[in-house]
Protein backbone atom coordinates (compact mmCIF):
# COMPACT_ATOMS: atom_id res chain seq x y z
CA UNK A 1 0.00 0.00 0.00
CA UNK A 2 1.94 2.99 -1.02
CA UNK A 3 -0.15 6.67 -0.71
CA UNK A 4 1.31 9.21 -3.59
CA UNK A 5 2.39 12.38 -2.12
CA UNK A 6 2.51 15.87 -3.20
CA UNK A 7 6.15 17.20 -3.69
CA UNK A 8 6.89 20.12 -1.33
CA UNK A 9 6.63 22.75 -4.28
CA UNK A 10 5.81 26.27 -2.56
CA UNK A 11 4.06 27.87 -5.76
CA UNK A 12 4.04 31.05 -3.63
CA UNK A 13 7.32 31.22 -2.15
CA UNK A 14 5.76 32.36 1.35
CA UNK A 15 7.07 30.31 4.72
CA UNK A 16 4.31 29.23 6.69
CA UNK A 17 5.58 26.11 8.74
CA UNK A 18 5.19 28.59 11.79
CA UNK A 19 1.39 28.34 11.34
CA UNK A 20 1.28 24.37 11.34
CA UNK A 21 -0.63 23.86 14.76
CA UNK A 22 0.76 20.88 16.94
CA UNK A 23 -0.61 17.64 16.41
CA UNK A 24 -3.00 17.53 19.53
CA UNK A 25 -4.62 21.26 18.67
CA UNK A 26 -6.25 19.95 15.66
CA UNK A 27 -9.53 18.47 15.76
CA UNK A 28 -9.99 14.42 13.82
CA UNK A 29 -6.53 13.75 14.11
CA UNK A 30 -5.91 10.72 16.03
CA UNK A 31 -2.91 7.91 17.13
CA UNK A 32 -2.45 5.45 19.38
CA UNK A 33 -1.62 6.33 22.84
CA UNK A 34 0.72 4.20 24.69
CA UNK A 35 -1.83 1.90 25.78
CA UNK A 36 -3.09 1.02 22.76
CA UNK A 37 0.03 0.94 21.09
CA UNK A 38 1.12 -2.02 22.91
CA UNK A 39 -2.06 -3.71 22.47
CA UNK A 40 -1.43 -3.33 18.75
CA UNK A 41 1.71 -4.79 19.30
CA UNK A 42 0.75 -7.89 20.76
CA UNK A 43 -2.46 -8.02 18.42
CA UNK A 44 -0.47 -7.75 15.12
CA UNK A 45 0.89 -11.39 15.11
CA UNK A 46 -3.13 -12.47 14.84
CA UNK A 47 -3.99 -9.83 11.94
CA UNK A 48 -1.66 -10.79 9.47
CA UNK A 49 -4.39 -12.39 7.23
CA UNK A 50 -7.15 -11.22 5.01
CA UNK A 51 -5.87 -7.59 5.51
CA UNK A 52 -6.75 -7.41 8.56
CA UNK A 53 -4.27 -5.29 10.17
CA UNK A 54 -4.76 -2.58 7.93
CA UNK A 55 -8.50 -2.81 8.37
CA UNK A 56 -7.84 -2.65 12.39
CA UNK A 57 -6.02 0.60 12.05
CA UNK A 58 -8.83 2.32 9.56
CA UNK A 59 -11.07 0.87 12.28
CA UNK A 60 -9.20 2.02 14.94
CA UNK A 61 -9.03 6.01 13.54
CA UNK A 62 -13.22 5.57 13.25
CA UNK A 63 -14.22 3.95 16.95
CA UNK A 64 -11.45 6.76 18.34
CA UNK A 65 -13.49 10.07 16.82
CA UNK A 66 -17.05 8.19 17.62
CA UNK A 67 -15.52 8.11 21.01
CA UNK A 68 -14.96 11.82 21.04
CA UNK A 69 -18.25 12.85 19.72
CA UNK A 70 -20.07 10.54 22.06
CA UNK A 71 -18.37 11.11 25.41
CA UNK A 72 -20.71 8.09 27.63
CA UNK A 73 -19.01 5.80 25.27
CA UNK A 74 -15.79 3.92 27.63
CA UNK A 75 -13.10 4.52 25.30
CA UNK A 76 -11.07 2.59 27.79
CA UNK A 77 -13.11 -0.11 26.55
CA UNK A 78 -14.13 0.61 22.66
CA UNK A 79 -10.35 0.94 21.76
CA UNK A 80 -8.86 -1.81 22.90
CA UNK A 81 -12.12 -3.87 21.87
CA UNK A 82 -11.68 -2.35 18.10
CA UNK A 83 -8.20 -3.17 18.23
CA UNK A 84 -8.07 -6.84 18.65
CA UNK A 85 -12.00 -7.95 17.39
CA UNK A 86 -10.57 -9.62 14.55
CA UNK A 87 -7.24 -11.50 16.02
CA UNK A 88 -9.82 -14.85 15.69
CA UNK A 89 -9.40 -14.96 11.85
CA UNK A 90 -6.32 -16.01 12.36
CA UNK A 91 -7.43 -19.23 13.21
CA UNK A 92 -9.76 -19.83 10.19
CA UNK A 93 -8.30 -20.61 6.71
CA UNK A 94 -8.07 -17.39 4.44
CA UNK A 95 -10.59 -18.73 1.67
CA UNK A 96 -13.01 -20.09 4.08
CA UNK A 97 -12.53 -16.65 5.72
CA UNK A 98 -13.44 -14.83 2.39
CA UNK A 99 -16.10 -17.13 1.63
CA UNK A 100 -17.95 -16.75 5.18
CA UNK A 101 -17.99 -12.98 5.26
CA UNK A 102 -19.06 -12.51 0.96
CA UNK A 103 -22.30 -10.45 0.30
CA UNK A 104 -24.82 -13.27 -0.74
CA UNK A 105 -23.28 -16.00 1.93
CA UNK A 106 -26.12 -18.90 2.47
CA UNK A 107 -24.86 -19.43 5.84
CA UNK A 108 -23.40 -22.47 5.30
CA UNK A 109 -19.63 -20.95 6.59
CA UNK A 110 -21.45 -19.04 9.81
CA UNK A 111 -19.40 -21.46 11.64
CA UNK A 112 -16.06 -19.69 10.68
CA UNK A 113 -17.69 -16.41 11.52
CA UNK A 114 -18.34 -17.96 15.51
CA UNK A 115 -15.33 -19.40 15.06
CA UNK A 116 -13.26 -16.37 14.94
CA UNK A 117 -15.18 -14.13 17.28
CA UNK A 118 -14.46 -16.89 20.08
CA UNK A 119 -11.03 -17.42 19.40
CA UNK A 120 -10.79 -13.18 19.24
CA UNK A 121 -11.99 -13.39 22.60
CA UNK A 122 -9.59 -15.71 23.51
CA UNK A 123 -6.66 -13.88 22.35
CA UNK A 124 -7.84 -10.57 23.54
CA UNK A 125 -8.12 -12.02 27.27
CA UNK A 126 -4.65 -13.29 26.47
CA UNK A 127 -3.20 -9.94 26.07
CA UNK A 128 -5.33 -7.67 27.85
CA UNK A 129 -4.17 -9.94 31.05
CA UNK A 130 -0.24 -9.48 29.82
CA UNK A 131 -1.09 -5.43 29.64
CA UNK A 132 -2.74 -5.57 32.78
CA UNK A 133 -5.95 -4.77 32.76
CA UNK A 134 -8.49 -4.95 35.15
CA UNK A 135 -10.70 -8.22 35.40
CA UNK A 136 -14.35 -6.28 34.69
CA UNK A 137 -13.20 -4.57 31.67
CA UNK A 138 -11.28 -8.02 29.97
CA UNK A 139 -14.34 -9.48 30.33
CA UNK A 140 -16.51 -6.82 28.94
CA UNK A 141 -14.26 -6.65 25.76
CA UNK A 142 -14.22 -10.00 25.45
CA UNK A 143 -18.14 -9.83 25.51
CA UNK A 144 -18.31 -7.40 22.45
CA UNK A 145 -15.43 -9.21 20.81
CA UNK A 146 -17.55 -12.74 21.05
CA UNK A 147 -20.47 -11.65 19.21
CA UNK A 148 -19.59 -8.66 17.17
CA UNK A 149 -20.57 -10.00 13.51
CA UNK A 150 -22.59 -12.48 15.04
CA UNK A 151 -25.33 -10.58 17.12
CA UNK A 152 -27.59 -8.43 15.55
CA UNK A 153 -28.45 -6.48 18.41
CA UNK A 154 -26.37 -4.36 20.67
CA UNK A 155 -25.94 -4.80 24.62
CA UNK A 156 -24.24 -1.72 25.22
CA UNK A 157 -23.45 1.83 23.97
CA UNK A 158 -19.69 0.17 24.02
CA UNK A 159 -20.50 -2.73 21.85
CA UNK A 160 -22.48 -0.27 19.73
CA UNK A 161 -19.12 1.83 18.86
CA UNK A 162 -17.03 -1.35 18.13
CA UNK A 163 -20.07 -2.54 15.57
CA UNK A 164 -20.29 0.59 13.97
CA UNK A 165 -16.44 1.04 13.67
CA UNK A 166 -16.05 -1.93 12.26
CA UNK A 167 -18.78 -1.81 9.54
CA UNK A 168 -17.94 1.99 8.50
CA UNK A 169 -14.73 0.70 7.79
CA UNK A 170 -16.13 -0.90 4.52
CA UNK A 171 -16.35 2.13 2.84
CA UNK A 172 -13.22 4.10 3.38
CA UNK A 173 -10.73 4.04 0.48
CA UNK A 174 -9.21 0.29 1.98
CA UNK A 175 -12.68 -1.03 2.48
CA UNK A 176 -13.40 0.21 -1.37
CA UNK A 177 -10.42 -1.69 -2.55
CA UNK A 178 -9.92 -4.66 -0.55
CA UNK A 179 -13.44 -5.54 -1.85
CA UNK A 180 -13.30 -5.28 -5.19
CA UNK A 181 -10.55 -7.87 -5.89
CA UNK A 182 -12.42 -10.66 -3.88
CA UNK A 183 -15.63 -10.38 -5.35
CA UNK A 184 -14.63 -9.01 -9.12
CA UNK A 185 -16.17 -5.45 -8.73
CA UNK A 186 -14.64 -2.44 -10.26
CA UNK A 187 -14.39 1.10 -7.81
CA UNK A 188 -18.40 1.86 -8.88
CA UNK A 189 -20.00 -1.71 -7.52
CA UNK A 190 -17.86 -1.49 -4.88
CA UNK A 191 -18.86 1.81 -3.36
CA UNK A 192 -22.22 0.23 -3.80
CA UNK A 193 -22.28 -2.73 -2.57
CA UNK A 194 -20.05 -1.99 0.58
CA UNK A 195 -22.20 1.59 1.07
CA UNK A 196 -25.66 -0.28 1.50
CA UNK A 197 -23.63 -2.76 3.90
CA UNK A 198 -22.63 -0.11 5.78
CA UNK A 199 -25.62 2.08 7.03
CA UNK A 200 -29.08 2.28 7.82
CA UNK A 201 -29.28 -1.42 8.62
CA UNK A 202 -26.20 -2.46 10.33
CA UNK A 203 -25.17 0.51 12.18
CA UNK A 204 -26.54 1.80 15.64
CA UNK A 205 -25.15 5.62 16.54
CA UNK A 206 -26.98 8.31 14.09
CA UNK A 207 -22.87 9.82 14.61
CA UNK A 208 -21.59 7.00 12.53
CA UNK A 209 -24.40 7.03 9.95
CA UNK A 210 -23.68 10.74 9.73
CA UNK A 211 -19.57 9.79 9.19
CA UNK A 212 -20.74 6.81 6.88
CA UNK A 213 -22.46 8.97 4.22
CA UNK A 214 -20.06 11.78 4.13
CA UNK A 215 -17.06 9.08 3.44
CA UNK A 216 -19.43 7.71 0.75
CA UNK A 217 -20.15 11.82 -0.71
CA UNK A 218 -16.42 11.66 -0.98
CA UNK A 219 -15.69 8.20 -2.50
CA UNK A 220 -18.58 9.37 -5.28
CA UNK A 221 -17.03 12.51 -6.60
CA UNK A 222 -13.62 10.36 -6.48
CA UNK A 223 -15.41 7.90 -8.98
CA UNK A 224 -17.54 10.66 -10.74
CA UNK A 225 -17.64 11.27 -14.56
CA UNK A 226 -16.38 15.19 -13.43
CA UNK A 227 -13.44 13.95 -11.89
CA UNK A 228 -11.92 11.88 -14.39
CA UNK A 229 -13.08 14.29 -16.93
CA UNK A 230 -10.39 16.92 -15.07
CA UNK A 231 -7.65 13.89 -14.45
CA UNK A 232 -7.90 13.51 -18.15
CA UNK A 233 -7.44 17.09 -18.45
CA UNK A 234 -4.24 16.97 -16.17
CA UNK A 235 -5.59 19.16 -13.43
CA UNK A 236 -3.12 19.99 -11.68
CA UNK A 237 -5.07 20.05 -8.39
CA UNK A 238 -6.94 16.89 -8.61
CA UNK A 239 -5.18 14.44 -6.00
CA UNK A 240 -5.15 10.86 -7.03
CA UNK A 241 -4.57 8.09 -4.01
CA UNK A 242 -2.72 5.15 -4.66
CA UNK A 243 -3.16 2.14 -2.12
Same mark, same amino acid.
Given at each position: M?? #??????? +????? #?????? @???????? #?????????????ATPYLQTRDNDVHTLYSFSIASQLCRVIPDADEHIVLPAIIMHDTG???????? @?FQAIAPGRDGSYNWAVIQHEKEGARIAREIL?? #?? *?? &??????ICAIIDGHDTRLESTSLNDSLVK?????WRVTPHG????? &???????????????IRA *??????????? +???????ALESMDISAQMADMQKRGRANVTTTEW
Amino acid at each position: MKR #VSRSPIN +HLGRD #VTDKIP @AWDDVPGL #VSMGERDARIWELATPYLQTRDNDVHTLYSFSIASQLCRVIPDADEHIVLPAIIMHDTGWSTVDEEI @AFQAIAPGRDGSYNWAVIQHEKEGARIAREILEQ #VG *YA &PDDIDEICAIIDGHDTRLESTSLNDSLVKDADKVWRVTPHGIDVAM &PRFGLNREESLRINGIRA *YEKVLFTDEAK +HMSLAIMALESMDISAQMADMQKRGRANVTTTEW
